[in-house]
């Protein structure tokens, strides 16, 4: 701690006779920053499939059974014991566990027995549409969450408020209460949009808007604080003080600042809107990760559910390094060499 | 989650607000308005004081019996004498709400406990245990972190198979990391804080600062944090329960009240609305509560 | 290049003559809030300033002088009422709407504000915020405007202003960085400058250098309008000065007229508390000047100096490794002695390892190599167990009390918290009480919370604490610097006469030279991790040997330009 603290001095460090940092342009250390998140990030999803792993062992029952879809789905012996060989089940845990790891390595992910196909290729035929689903929420959530605090921020306190509440309650609706409610107004009463399916654009809007709200809800509530704190900051009295006009600040000097904790967010807001895509694609009945995971899980199609969830850590892996890149874009103290 | 990482900064911002405004004697403490009862509040204080009633005396405003069936009034629209509809065997769905409020209300609160439970033990081992501890609990929530919630909770129903037990721990462990996080960001602020700095320099021994300044106060937000998690825990379950995997119909749960109207959902809009809409209002009103008493608890002690 | 000269040509004729007022403030209020709530901060003010004048307007926290200044360019804030007459240049700004504002704000009038790390983006390059008031008030082209951002940055004397332009503040010294904050206010040369508290945050050598240049706009013409809180510092500047408090001002005039012969006893006070050389050895907080008992400062006998140190700080170097990789050492071969009853002043600016030296004496932090000995035995090489028994002979009083209190606690649990064992409990109570009394505090503290005190009463409670063990010795980091003039001034006398009392001897860390010098027996002074001067403190104000003391000496504000027209004498010997 106290390290940190003498380190925090040494940065204002600022007598005369030192010279200034020299600016050097710092690719390399940015580069050496990426490569840091993907070493961490590699550490993670070996630590995930070890969990993975762990979870079918630590399963009541015969780990070769859950392999093969469950007690329920009754395997036959000859199914059992080409399981047992595939996995080395019949060899010590810690063989299993390489060879499970092997398996993983080589995009192996076993068989699923209620899709009755690789579960690799459950997952290439479902990862298309949640994708679209889902990074169509996450750009809609943050338009709205923008549009919402620019309007809403600081303009007396009646608006204000409304535009705080509403993001407090958008932010606690359940995705599966909100997408009825829709589906209640835009499917079956006004027949604006269709409940299920339907195609291209016209299919997406109303999923999307079901998992965007209440993400919004929440990105706004941050970006709201934060446009606030940022309003009241030094640096936006002196803007005004050079003949700054109120929406001029809020566009050239607020909302890069207010912006910036909900750009971490957005990592999180990734597997939030999976966790959504689950919930969502089976109230409307769309294809996805989501319903295949649904599937799974019911079920009890371990390789399946593994499989997926593994997936979803990738994918919540290469965000969170997608994100830190994004944020060195939007905040440049990041790259600069004295930071 | 990073809601709780949110929470922890909103802490940070209203306390650096409160010190700075403290430095200049000329403007007023703004502390009022926290305090007072807004509108939110009362309305916050009259949805608990519904559920209060419901858990305890549900025969005071319940009139029927929640499984109580009658076939020949199904799927009857929102009256004065079915405040809530009917269901397709006749239930009163008002009735059924209600009751369903002790098996909701006991799962949200329970998941919560769990939750923190877990949370506590992680959070306080990495930030006390030692930089080797840190490490590998971080790494081990960054793990966790890895799979969402929700995700979280369907591995382990995945693999202890559905059930209300099973719901409760699995949305309690899809919880805890946000939590421990949460926890041991505290256990840290708190242990490199200046005034424990000046209980060692009084020469007071590890224990005694241990007992009476780290433990406290990391401590503290733990009643905001359980009170904001009882709202997130009911709609996490409740969306379990919605996917199928949690209290089974036709008991009155709410989460399952709404499975069971899936079914219905282009006929009978009543099915879904209210039981939702309770949930909803539960969830809200936790959050206006927990942010209320964070307010008043950094008021009182910065 | 054509541009910024006819630009100056237009504002020339449009000035008024000199000897005539600029800006004329008359009557002005200013009111936050309405009904019974209103409260009034500003109640009635009246000043101008001339073309090429400066007027420093001086006041404590809380006194309405900020509030005044952004009043004079329309930003005073939601929900304020403004009354009263303002007029700048023949216009009456009361009647301006807020399209006319903006023209007039960053073109014609000018506004700085303190710390440039919170008055300058932190996400855009500074070069950007310098060409924001050309690009709103229309000047030229953008290559032009890039040409006069060149040529600002070079005005106010950044080095290699091209790659300048491209930094962040961030990236920029804080000195460079209130400079560029400075070329933002200057861009289109207004007819007057306000500036807020402009060197507050920053070390004294940067502040003379920035001193300099707002200097230089007053000569050049420019109407100059400084608020400050620090008498001293506009002292150099000013030509007038306005004395504020609760909104009023009560006093202005000439600034040596007015320094020299305070005639509103305020004045007297806030000069009063000034400490520096003038005031060794007396109290500042009354106007008595009365005298510490003598022998109490630097005239010691000198057998004290023959008795073994209480403390010996030997050969500390600590290394820290900063966010690059690269190690520094913050703190390089220090090596000090503390005798019983006496102030060693560790003086340096922001970096110069002071605050690290004072926690290395604490023992929570370990030095890499040397170490510290208490009387005669070792201290910082003991294991905590080990000394832990003896962390009674040494306390800590912070800059920032507030943070150093469980923010649970009560006073009486904090006090209660940091006596010894072995206090019955009516004894205890009693003692807790007799704490409060001798850091001059009533029992009304003893149930409040140190988040309800002010700032004096914080650095109290924290001196009662410190007190509780019965220490012989004192660590002082920094503890009067977030305090105003008036307070800061008791708990000096606090201190002193609680030395006088019980014989402590202190180790009083700061960055501010009067301060050291009012307190100190002998004087440290640090830079860049080391010692470059120590001795006895009258001795090294007077003739300061090592040159960078001298610059140090040399850039302090000092109170009194004209000493024959004050009548107090040069507080320190410049030619030295």
Same mark, same amino acid.
């Not at chain 1, 068989?111 to 690799?120: F, K, R």
């Not at chain 3, 023949?90 to 903006?102: I, K, S, V």
């Not at chain 3, 290559?143 to 950044?158: F, P, Y």
């Given at each position: 701690m106290t390290q940190s603290a003498a380190a925090g001095q040494i940065l204002v460090e600022d007598g005369p006779d030192i010279p200034e940092p020299a600016a050097v342009p710092s690719r390399r250390r940015r580069v050496g920053r990426v490569l840091q998140d993907v070493i961490g990030g590699v550490i993670v999803l070996w630590g995930a499939a070890t969990l993975t792993f762990l979870a079918v062992h630590l399963m009541p029952g015969n780990p070769a059974v859950s392999y093969a879809g469950g007690v329920a789905s009754h395997p036959s012996k000859s199914v059992l014991a080409a399981i047992i060989k595939e996995y080395g089940l019949d060899r010590p845990v810690i063989v299993q566990y390489l060879v499970y790891l092997s398996n993983l390595l080589h995009g192996n992910l076993g068989?699923?027995?209620?899709?009755?196909?690789?579960?690799?290729q459950v997952i290439a035929l479902n990862v298309g549409p949640t994708a679209e689903l889902t990074l169509g929420s996450l750009v809609l959530a943050w338009v709205l969450a923008v549009v919402w605090s620019l309007l809403t921020v600081r303009r007396g306190r009646i608006i204000s408020s409304i535009g705080s509440g509403l993001e407090v309650l958008a932010a606690s609706l359940p995705q599966y209460w909100l997408g009825i409610i829709l589906l209640e107004v835009f499917a079956f009463h006004l027949g604006i949009f269709p409940a299920t399916g339907g195609s291209g654009l016209q299919g997406l809007v109303l999923p999307c808007f079901t998992l965007a709200i209440p993400i919004a809800g929440f990105l706004g509530q941050v970006t709201? #604080? #934060?446009?606030e704190s940022a309003l009241e900051q030094p640096y936006i009295t002196s803007a005004k003080a050079r003949g700054m006009s109120d929406w001029g600040v809020r566009l050239r000097h607020a909302l890069r600042h207010a912006v910036l904790p909900g750009v971490t967010l957005s990592g999180w807001a990734l597997g939030s809107l999976i966790s959504g895509a689950v919930i969502v694609e089976s109230l409307f009945s769309r294809n996805g990760l989501g319903n295949a995971l649904l599937q799974g899980v019911t079920q009890q199609d371990m390789p399946l559910t593994i499989g997926v969830v593994l997936i979803v850590a990738v994918v919540y892996v290469v965000a969170t390094i997608l994100v830190d890149i994004l944020y060195q874009v939007v905040d440049p103290r990041l790259r600069s060499a004295g930071q | 989650m990073p809601p709780a990482e949110q929470r922890n900064n909103a802490l940070m911002t209203v306390t650096n607000v409160s010190s700075a405004i403290d430095q200049q004697p000329g403007i007023v403490r703004l502390g009022g308005r926290a305090r007072g009862l807004s509108p939110g509040i009362v309305l916050a204080w009259l949805v608990v004081a519904f559920l209060v009633i419901s858990v305890a005396w549900p025969g005071l405003i319940a009139r029927e019996a929640p499984l109580a069936v009658d076939p020949a009034h199904p799927l009857q629209g929102p009256s004065l004498s079915h405040l809530f509809g009917t269901d397709q065997s006749g239930r009163d769905v008002f009735s059924r709400v209600v009751y369903g409020a002790r098996e909701s209300l006991s799962i949200g609160v329970a998941a919560t406990g769990v939750g923190l439970a877990i949370a506590i033990v992680l959070g306080f081992a990495a930030g006390l245990g030692g930089r080797w501890a840190d490490t590998v609990i971080s790494r081990f929530l960054e793990v966790l972190f890895s799979f969402p919630s929700l995700l979280l909770a369907l591995l382990f129903v995945a693999m202890f198979g559905a059930g209300v037990g099973s719901l409760i721990i699995a949305v309690g462990i899809g919880s805890a990391p946000g939590y421990?996080?949460?926890?041991?960001?505290?256990?840290?602020?708190?242990?490199?804080?200046p005034y424990v700095e000046a209980a060692k320099v009084l020469g007071h021994p590890p224990l005694r600062i241990m007992a009476n300044s780290i433990f406290p106060n990391a401590m503290r937000p733990l009643l905001v944090l359980g009170t904001l998690g009882i709202g997130q825990s009911i709609v996490w379950a409740s969306a379990l329960s919605f996917l199928g995997l949690g209290a089974a119909p036709p008991a009155p749960e709410w989460g399952a009240m709404l499975a069971a109207g899936r079914d219905f959902i282009s006929s009978a809009w009543w099915l879904e609305f209210f039981p939702g809409a309770v949930i909803v209002a539960t969830a809200l009103a936790a959050t206006a509560l927990g942010r209320h008493l964070q307010r008043r608890l950094e008021g009182r002690l910065a | 290049m054509t541009g910024p000269m006819q630009h100056d040509q237009d504002l020339l004729t449009a000035s008024g003559q000199p000897g005539k007022n600029l800006l004329t403030a008359t009557d002005l209020r200013v009111c936050f809030g309405s009904g019974p709530l209103a409260r009034e901060v500003v109640a009635g003010i009246s000043f101008g300033v001339r073309p090429g004048e400066c007027l420093a307007i001086v006041g404590q926290s809380g006194s309405g002088k900020s509030v005044t200044a952004r009043t004079l360019i329309g930003l005073t804030g939601d929900g304020s009422q403004v009354s009263g007459r303002l007029e700048f240049?023949?216009?009456?700004?009361?009647?301006?709407? !807020?399209?006319?504002?903006?023209?007039?704000?960053?073109?014609?009038?000018?506004?700085?504000?303190q710390d440039a790390l919170v008055s300058l983006d932190a996400v855009r390059p500074v070069g950007r915020e310098i060409a924001e008031p050309l690009r709103l008030h229309h000047y030229g082209?953008?290559?032009?405007?890039?040409?006069? %951002?060149? !040529?600002?940055?070079?005005? %106010?004397? %950044? @080095? !290699? @202003?091209e790659m300048r332009s491209r930094q962040l503040p961030g990236e920029l010294s804080g000195g460079l960085r209130q400079r560029a904050l400075i070329a933002t206010a200057i861009a289109l040369d207004p007819q007057l400058l306000i500036a807020d508290e402009p060197t507050t945050a920053l070390d004294v050598t940067i502040q003379a250098q920035i001193l300099g240049l707002l200097e230089e706009s007053k000569r050049r013409g420019r109407a100059l309008i400084v608020i400050s809180h620090d008498l001293a510092v506009v002292s150099r500047l000013a030509d007038r000065v306005a004395v504020m408090r609760d909104g009023l001002i009560v006093e202005q005039g000439p600034t040596a007229e007015l320094l020299g012969h305070p005639q509103h006893p305020y004045t007297q006070s806030l000069l009063d508390a000034i400490p520096s050389a003038h005031s060794r050895g007396t109290h500042l907080s009354d106007s008595s000047g009365k005298a510490r008992a003598p022998a109490v400062l630097s005239a010691r006998p000198g057998g004290l100096a023959a008795q073994a140190p209480l403390l010996v700080a030997d050969g500390l170097v600590k290394r820290y490794k900063g966010p690059d990789g690269k190690v520094r050492t913050v703190v390089d071969k220090v090596s000090f002695e503390l005798h019983r009853g006496e102030t060693v002043g560790v003086v340096g600016e922001s970096g110069s390892g002071k605050t690290t030296t004072g926690r290395i004496v604490l023992a929570v932090t370990s030095p890499d190599e040397g170490e510290v000995r208490l009387h005669g035995q070792p201290w910082t090489s003991l294991s905590e167990g080990q000394r832990r028994a003896r962390r009674q002979h040494v306390g800590v009083v912070y800059q920032d009390p507030l943070s150093s209190f469980d923010p649970r606690w009560t006073v009486r649990r904090i006090l209660s918290d940091a006596l010894p064992a072995g206090y019955a409990n009516a004894s205890r109570a009693a003692r807790i009480r007799e704490l409060l009394h001798q850091v001059g505090l009533g029992d009304d503290t003893l149930d409040r919370r140190p988040l309800l005190l002010s700032g004096g009463q914080r650095q109290r409670v924290a001196i009662a604490r410190a007190l509780a063990p019965e220490p012989e010795i004192i660590v002082c980091d920094e503890p009067v610097s977030a305090l105003d003039v008036s307070i800061q001034a008791q708990v000096l006398d606090l201190f002193a006469d609680l030395q006088d009392e019980l014989g402590l001897s202190y180790i009083f860390i700061s960055h501010d030279l009067g301060v050291i010098h009012h307190m100190s027996d002998r004087v440290v002074v640090m830079t860049h991790g080391r010692i470059v001067e120590q001795g006895d403190a009258e001795a090294i104000f007077r003739h300061p040997a090592h040159p960078y003391t001298q610059r140090l000496l040399a850039s302090l504000p000092q109170l009194s330009l004209q000493p024959e027209l004050s009548g107090r004498e040069p507080a320190y010997d410049r030619s030295a």
């Open positions: 068989y699923s027995v209620s899709e009755q196909m690789p579960v690799s709201r #604080e #934060e446009f | 421990a996080r949460m926890i041991r960001g505290q256990v840290i602020a708190v242990r490199n804080a | 240049d023949g216009h009456d700004l009361a009647t301006l709407t !807020e399209r006319q504002w903006r023209s007039i704000r960053g073109a014609r009038i000018g506004f700085i504000l082209r953008a290559a032009d405007r890039r040409a006069r %951002v060149i !040529e600002l940055l070079r005005q %106010v004397g %950044v @080095p !290699e @202003p």
